[in-house]
């Protein structure tokens, strides 16, 4: 089993930048994948990006160019750098680890994007 917890949200304007840190229990060297994850009001949670244990990584299309993936094993630690935020980047982040078979969720950080 692992926990995550996810820190670095809060409330930021259009343009601006936010990093966003998951932190895991465990040793996430064996970790073959984690990813971030958002769901805003009234919308399904979606896939942001997605890093493998090789470095890998995958991104939805509505945030290529703008957001990067990172993980530091030493640290047990997963980043999310968000740039050019817009307000339909308002959602709450979640950060999932898939380890032998099983998905692991954190509780979620929110991000606002406004003026």
């Known amino acids: 089993q692992v926990q995550l917890v996810e820190s670095g949200g809060g409330l930021v304007q259009p343009g601006g930048s936010l990093g966003l840190s998951c932190a895991a229990s465990?040793?996430?060297?064996?970790?073959?994948?984690m990813g971030w994850y958002r769901q805003a009001p009234g919308k399904e949670r979606e896939l942001v990006a997605s890093?493998?244990?090789?470095?890998?990584?995958d991104y939805a299309d509505s945030v290529k160019g703008r957001f990067t993936i990172s993980r530091d094993d030493a640290k047990n630690t997963v980043y999310l750098q968000m740039n050019s935020l817009r307000p339909e980047d308002t959602a709450v982040y979640y950060c999932?680890?898939?380890?032998?078979?099983?998905?692991?969720w954190g509780k979620g950080t929110l991000v606002t994007v406004s003026s």
């Open positions: 890093i493998t244990s090789g470095g890998n990584t």
């Open positions: 999932k680890a898939r380890l032998f078979g099983a998905d692991y």
């Open positions: 465990r040793s996430i060297f064996s970790i073959n994948v």
